[in-house]
């Protein structure tokens, strides 16, 4: 049997700094503030690995679009239909990750 493959440990600076995040001018992911208004729950808030959904003081959410990793896992989480549309960046925009 093969030996299992060992990867080195890498910090999470060091992980970032193989990820480029190419901004396209239109969010890919768009946040209905009057939907979210109702939220109890604020998954987005808690689930989002990159921290990127802000509460706002009028009970909204803002999305900080431009360091999404594009997991989708906003989408998922969220339990207010039609308060997150998430589609793709367009072409050549959205993250990069390349190998150290």
Do not use: K
Request: a negative charge; proline letters at 5%.
């Amino acid at each position: 049997m093969a030996e299992p493959t060992h990867y080195p440990e890498l910090s999470f600076e060091s992980r970032m700094d193989s990820v480029e995040f190419r901004i396209a001018e239109q969010a890919h992911i768009v946040v209905d503030d009057r939907i979210c208004a109702d939220c109890s729950t604020r998954g987005c808030v808690v689930a989002c690995p990159a921290n990127l959904f802000v509460p706002t003081a009028a009970g909204g959410i803002l999305f900080n679009y431009e360091q999404c990793f594009e997991c989708g896992t906003c989408y998922l989480v969220c339990n207010e239909e039609g308060a997150i549309s998430w589609s793709y960046p367009e072409g050549g925009h959205g993250v990069v990750f390349h190998r150290s």
